[in-house]
């Protein structure tokens, strides 16, 4: 069982019925609520360890036949896709079928070491990615490259926002998502952070105590 979901006695006896009534081992692509929540009580339920997450064992020692983790960190640090064999991946959120990810801003994202893990999924030439959130992605190839193309597009238009002069980052903010819904406010901020430390390790942007400027 990948991703067990929230802590929903009726949820969590609904999903080891559609199991069978047996679950060998519960994967924890992250540790975020919607995908982790539910996994200790559902652990204790099916008698199964857990891997990955806040309270699973690493997954890099999952040893199951046909299953691989994959470390991609970016969307938090303790991101894991597995691969399931004949080119299948199981992405999580790393790469969903119907958006982008949100990359957090460190200590928990990075926007390098996501760019980093697209690049390397690159390289592993996968058939089928399966997300934690929206359709199968048929075609990774190319859906990849528009996800890079993507990044750093607005990596560079956050990069270009910025001036001699430091500026704080809702101001930041204002400029470069206008008409911005209240509901997604949070996550933008998280994502120009996470662009902001990026454009900083590259050297192209210095944080001080007034804001962000151009280096």
């Not at 991101?79 to 064999?85: F, S, T």
Request: with cysteine; net charge negative; glycine share 8%.
């Amino acid at each position: 069982m990948v991703d067990p979901g929230p802590e929903d006695p009726d949820h969590q006896q609904a999903v080891l019925d559609a199991c069978g009534g047996k679950i060998h081992t519960i994967l924890v692509t992250h540790s975020h609520h919607d995908h982790e929540a539910g996994a200790q009580a559902l652990a204790r339920l099916a008698d199964a360890p857990i891997y990955g997450g806040t309270h699973g064992q690493n997954p890099d020692a999952l040893t199951l036949p046909g299953l691989s983790p994959v470390r991609t960190p970016g969307h938090t640090m303790d991101h894991v896709c597995i691969d399931i064999g004949d080119g299948r991946l199981l992405s999580g959120d790393h790469i969903m079928g119907w958006s982008t990810s949100v990359i957090l801003r460190a200590p928990n994202g990075s926007m390098s070491a996501y760019l980093a893990s697209l690049k390397d999924n690159q390289t592993r030439n996968y058939a089928t990615l399966f997300s934690a959130h929206g359709p199968p992605v048929t075609e990774p190839a190319p859906f990849i490259a528009s996800l890079l193309k993507s990044r750093l597009n607005r990596i560079a238009r956050t990069r270009d926002a910025l001036t001699s002069t430091p500026q704080p980052e809702p101001q930041l903010l204002a400029g470069l998502y206008r008409n911005l819904p209240r509901n997604l406010s949070r996550a933008a901020a998280e994502m120009l952070g996470s662009m902001l430390e990026y454009l900083e390790a590259q050297g192209e942007a210095v944080h001080t105590t007034e804001g962000w400027r151009r280096d």
